[in-house]
């Protein structure tokens, strides 16, 4: 994984510091030139930014001689909190010095592109990731891909779900009924055979273009103080500002958010509601910039008890909720009017449920971890019945009582 730290020198590079020395380190703000001879003439790396006893502390800017730029915080000299990275299509010179007026003009194309967060010079936290057509937008760890995210790669095709260290886990399908029809073609074969499969088979637990990434480990923590950096008064409310740019306005008590409020987040997303001890408690309301949104309580930063969340796709769900999941009663719609109305847990459907299909399938009875488990009937397009015990989705015996 590219990084943007400065490494140990050789002996023939020389360092330039313009800004001002407190015994004599660099102090505030203030620029480094890093001149380094090459084969090919001399390279300048450069750094503008802010220094804390000769250490990048805060905002800075790192521009190499090969294009490649990271804007951003740093702590420890490192990029660390929220930055943008770049990475030319090849080794294009920047050197202000070296360049023509034609070459001034010339726009640098990136083949790489990073906008989140980092730690210690690596992709670490929530970010997204854009590299010759392909895009990963998720969870990151330690400089690769790790917890949930969604890559859409350079053909269309794309991948939603867990990933670990670099490496999807389980694929979560983007939509139920493109599944459905996959499995409608095979199922005709496997009756014969007496394994009936369901149309449902393949879901997995996905529910119709909801970004899960939404539904699991959204929080509102907003008591980390090392992010504040300006707190005033307002009328009789209060606004709290913070580094990377997010905003709140409200009640606020012992400096973070507590009571009724407004946050609102550098990607524009809004939340309005109650807090409490910088967290989302209580009622709120929160909007993504994809127009998808939720409406309904919260717990600790998650969606907890009863609310609805609207899909940018159409999709809906309204019920019970826990730990940012679907959990309890609740029903799922999807933009073509198919419909799921039961029991759910741990964000699938878990208990008795009731699937009635916009093409007329239909299964009503048992089920466990998102697939038929148990007494049911199903009804496909064509109007077959089956009806008697399923496990994992497939039809195991008729007239068969539950174990």
């Keep these: ?37 090459t084969s090919s003439g001399e390279k300048v790396d450069k750094f503008e930014g802010t220094f804390v006893k000769g250490v990048k502390e805060g905002k800075g800017k790192k521009t190499n001689a090969d294009g490649s730029i990271y804007e951003g915080n740093y702590s420890n000299n490192l990029p660390n ?31 790489e592109t990073y906008k989140g ?29 790790h917890g949930y995210g969604i890559c859409t790669y350079g053909n269309g095709t794309k991948y939603e779900g867990e990933w670990k260290n670099g490496q999807p886990v389980e694929k979560v399908q983007s939509h139920l009924k493109s599944t459905s029809k996959a499995s409608t073609h095979k199922k005709k ?5 007496g394994s009936k499969k369901s149309l449902l088979s393949q879901s997995k637990g996905s529910h119709g273009g909801i970004d899960l990434s939404k539904l699991k480990g959204l929080s509102l923590d907003l008591d980390d103080s090392k992010r504040k950096i300006k707190l005033k008064k307002k009328s009789e409310k209060k606004s709290l500002f913070f580094n990377d740019s997010s905003n709140y306005e409200g009640e606020i008590r012992e400096d973070v958010p507590h009571g009724k409020g407004k946050m609102t987040y550098r990607d524009k997303t809004v939340y ?10 209580g009622f709120g309301k929160i909007y993504f910039p994809d127009k998808s949104m939720y409406e309904g309580t919260w717990l600790n930063g998650k969606y907890e008890g009863k609310g609805k969340f609207i899909s940018s796709t159409g999709s809906t769900y309204e019920g ?25 847990k741990n964000g699938k459907e878990h208990g008795h449920g009731n699937f009635k299909g916009s093409d007329g399938t239909s299964y009503d009875g048992e089920w ?27 039809f195991i015996k008729k007239n068969s009582k539950a174990d």
């Design 1 to 37: 994984m590219t990084t943007l730290e400065v490494k140990d020198h050789p002996l023939s590079t020389t360092e330039f510091f313009t800004g001002t020395l407190v015994n004599n380190l660099p102090e505030g703000k203030g620029i480094i030139l890093i001149k380094r001879p």
């Design 81 to 111: 909190g929220y930055g943008e990275g770049k990475w030319p299509l090849s080794s294009q010179n920047t050197n202000e010095e070296d360049k023509g007026e034609e070459a001034k003009n010339i726009k640098i194309k990136y083949k």
């Design 117 to 145: 967060e980092w730690k210690d010079g690596l992709f670490h936290g929530k970010g997204i990731k854009t590299q010759e057509g392909t895009i990963y937008d998720g969870e990151w760890y330690k400089g690769v891909p």
């Design 189 to 193: 074969k496997e009756d014969k055979e």
């Design 272 to 281: 309005e509601g109650n807090f409490a001890n910088g967290k989302a408690e």
């Design 320 to 344: 019970e909720w826990k730990n940012g999941k679907f959990e309890g009663k609740g029903t799922f719609i999807w933009p073509d009017k198919s419909e799921h109305i039961g029991n759910w």
């Design 368 to 394: 466990a971890n998102g697939m038929f488990n148990g007494q049911g009937k199903l009804i496909n397009k064509e109007g077959k019945v089956f009806e008697g015990l399923f496990k994992d989705c497939r």
